[in-house]
């Protein structure tokens, strides 16, 4: 039985990511109001190791089992529990300690154990957006019957949100979400056949993992918070509109059918969306930098270039057709993504590649949860074959 506390117990999936990181910042700073219950990583068994030990958790996932024995010889005399495999991952959030999943996994990865998160009944503080591209429909509608909230780490699905608290009653025109351009805004498709992974790798706003950072470049990364935007606040395409803000200051907009909008603003500082999914409904104090109008006196916005990026047309494309289509698009994303990462192919096939295999993958319009599984499965090969 879990001791009352006024601390909400958190477990922490991809503690050693870029989110990862930054959610154990923010603990740090509120050790009265949060407590880490569980720490899970995919290899990176230094680092947490290191969080293990400062934070310790009532237990810890390392998925590659390679790792296991080296972590669980270090953290058994601490007490604290070593896991290892993806299964853990689905075990560990459904620990009766724990009150409050975040998911800052990379990729299809999150997938499963957000569901047994959510059947388990805890509320899930949402950084993997590829959780809702994949399976929008099924994770919601779980959620909606399990009545667990799902609370947008994303900063901009976060803007929207905190822009939408006191008018959930009232209807959503339309919703912008903002996006910096990434390192590459404005270069014609001629010259983006040279980009190198060193100039992809380089994101002029936003400090984020290696996968991230080459979605934004490639603007995947803006059509695949359109979808999760589809699912978290159940809008339809034509009601999603992106626009380039290469200062990363308005993070989204909500547009209300009296045409009144609303912004929310801030430095580009992902432990504030981070913090408030954490603390919802209250805001708590907190260090971060402050944002000065004086330092920024030009905002400005433009439109996205779709036909030169065409992994936010393929994006949009997606969220129209429904079914298991976003589900093969991420798929494919996810091996093209790591295939540019490792010099086997060229900036402008990323979304090619996404496009062969979005086209040529197995349709299916109300698709189950082994239905995802196979689709995810059968794109993954087909975007390899591609590859090579």
Known sequence: MKEPSNQKRIALLGSTGSIGVQALDVIRQNKDKFKVEVLTAYSNDELLLEQALEFKPNAVVIVDEEKYEYLSERLWKEG?????????????????????????????????????AIEAKKAIALANKETLVVAGELITDLANKNQVPILPVDSEHSAIFQCLLGEFHNKIEKIYLTASGGPFRGWSAEK?????????????????????????ATLMNKGLEVIEAKWLF??????????????????????????SM???????????????????PDRIPANFPRFNFLDYPQLTFEKADRSTFKNLDLAYEALEKGGTVACALNAANEITNAAFLQEKIGFLQIAEINEKVMSKSSFIQKPTLEDYVNCNQEA?????????
């Open 262 to 280: 609303k912004a929310q603003m801030g430095l580009p500082d992902m432990k504030l969306p981070i913090q408030f999914a954490m603390t919802y």
């Open 80 to 116: 604290i529990k070593t896991y290892t495999g993806e299964e853990s991952l689905s075990q560990v959030v459904q620990m009766e300690e724990v009150e409050m999943v975040l998911t800052a996994l990379v990729g299809y990865a999150g997938l499963k154990p957000t569901i047994a």
């Open 380 to 388: 993954r090969i087909l975007a390899e074959s591609l590859c090579k």
């Open 234 to 259: 159940d809008l339809k395409a034509n009601q999603i509109d992106t626009i380039v803000h290469p200062q990363s200051i308005i993070h989204s907009i909500v547009q209300f059918e009296d045409g």
């Open 192 to 216: 983006l056949a040279t980009v190198t992974k060193e100039q992809a790798l380089k994101h002029p706003n936003w400090e984020m993992g290696a996968k991230i950072t080459i979605d934004s």
